[in-house]
């Protein structure tokens, strides 16, 4: 589903990503971590070509994301179900709007439309939100909008950035929950995290970014959440060598 | 049904941005409308000129207008002078009486005006019918100011010369009308590129989600395109309703003043196709102008 074959990327000249390469197949859930700035959004953002790598191939579903025109992006990203670092819901919008827009510019009829949001909606239980606008919520509740947002086109891939990132672990565990449940009904889902416990607790497979490469591997139970990445970065085996530009 | 909920939605949304942006959306209608109105007012003489040239170009005579009191003696030797020339193939008298009867002929609107005249405002005249090939003939001239030298005669009007000087004029207005007309619409389009630029930055972060999440080009871009275009149609509809207003103003002056030498240069509206043809100018410079304003590099 997910092919990175050697892929750089650079921001005016530093090194973000350095010959990175990983597989994800088809219907796994899996877990993409790293220290704050380790490129973890840069991966995603890769993925569905807001960004293009300095070098190295892309395949999402076997397309080539790289060497794609630009006219075939909206294709490529109606594919997939994105949730954002920072959310980016529209304001001025309701949550059902906000939820359904998309549905709207691909020309989905209002009653369907309605149906669709109200169904995601109450996947992520804000069902009775749905006239609320962006700035009544809670932080929490627009990532869970976000999510629902991501869902309403049924994607094939899931990609979410930090989902967890203003939820308390009960929800954050919830939150794992439906991602799971989606993944069950054959989505291949991709979470961008550093909340090391919950990947610990969900038990799936985990992508560590350090340095530039890809380290593979469960992060290890013992190790406190903090710590987690760093022990698993200085490890036996890195993928790359060290070297910084 | 998918493209026509589409179709909706484009709508929708352009409305939606138009109110967003509602005060400079009034402004751009309001500028769009009263240039389109100026050119309405153009196309409205120039129409209504042309129309008195057509009316008057089945009657290429020479028309002697006598003044008042003048006497049969003086008349039968005006005739006979005419026919005598070998350039006068008919002489016709008209009083003036028929000379208000065709006068409400030609101009059916003003014939209540006309009706309401205490005194009837025609003179007595007589009509020459010229020999073909006499309007061009060398000797017309010299006859013609013979005939005004008569004491009877006020005034000889000789219609191919003064006709043609009419469609002159009438030229003249087209052009100036639809060169004004041109500058002005690009004025107007100037400013609904700026309109829809305006919400083009009101939305622009709505844009970028919209990309983000895979909307189609045509459907980001297309409400601001048809937000320019509703601009100019809005504002060609606006002109339209001003210049039914002004005519109808100036229809309503002429019968209360009993202004019959204007009411014959006023006397119908722009015809559907010309009206039409103003609508689509709207049209059009809301399509240049909201092209221009949602070219891809700008939104
Ligand atoms: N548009 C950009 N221009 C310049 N530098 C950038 C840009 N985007 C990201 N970077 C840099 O690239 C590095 C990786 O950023 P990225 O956002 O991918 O990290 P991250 O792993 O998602 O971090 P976090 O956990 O804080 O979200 C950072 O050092 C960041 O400063
Ligand atoms: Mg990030």
Known sequence: MIEFYGVSKEYHGRRVLKNLSFQVAQGEFVFLTGPSGAGKTTVLKLLYRAETPGAGQILVNGRNVVSMPPSRIPELRRTMGIVFQDYKLLPTRTVFENVSFVLKFLGVPLAERRRRAYQVLRLVELHHRVNAFPEELSGGEQQRVALARALVNEPELLVADEPTGNLDHRLAQEMMRLFSQINVRGTTVLVATHDVALIRETGRRCLTLDRGGVLEGLVEAALPPQAAWRREGSSAHPVVPEERP | MRSGAAVASLLDEALAGLWRARRMTAVSVLQIGFSLFLVGLFLLAAENLGGVVDALREETAVTVFLRPG??????????????????????????????????????????????????????????????????????????????????????????????????????????????????????????????????????????????????????????????????????????????????????????????????????????????????????????????????????
């Open chain 2, 70 to 299: 003048a006497d049969e003696a003086a008349q039968a030797d005006l005739e006979r002078r005419a026919l005598d020339s070998k350039l006068v193939a008919a002489v016709r008298r008209v009083s003036p009486e028929e000379a208000r009867r065709r006068f409400a002929r030609s101009f059916a609107s003003l014939a209540g005006a006309t009706g309401t005249l205490s005194s009837n405002p025609f003179p007595s005249s007589v009509e020459l019918d010229l020999l073909p090939g006499a309007a061009s003939s060398a000797a017309l001239r010299p006859f013609l100011a013979n005939l005004a030298a008569f004491p009877a005669v006020e005034e000889v009007q000789f219609d191919v010369d003064w006709v043609r000087r009419l469609r002159g004029v009438v030229r003249l207005v087209a052009a100036t009308g639809a060169a004004t007309g041109f500058c002005l619409a690009l004025g107007a389009a100037f400013t609904i590129a700026n309109v829809v630029r305006l919400t083009i930055l009101l939305h622009r972060d709505e844009i970028d989600i919209l990309r983000l999440v895979g909307a189609p080009e045509i459907l980001i871009r297309g409400p601001f395109l048809l937000g320019g275009v509703l601009q100019g149609l809005l504002g060609g509809l606006l002109a339209l309703g001003l210049l039914g207003l002004a005519f109808r103003g100036v229809l309503m002056f002429i019968t209360a003043t009993e202004n019959v030498l204007l009411g014959v240069f006023v006397v119908r509206f722009l015809s559907p196709a010309t009206c039409g043809l103003l609508v689509l100018g709207g049209v059009l410079a809301g399509l240049v102008g909201g092209t221009i304003a949602s070219r891809r590099h700008h939104v």
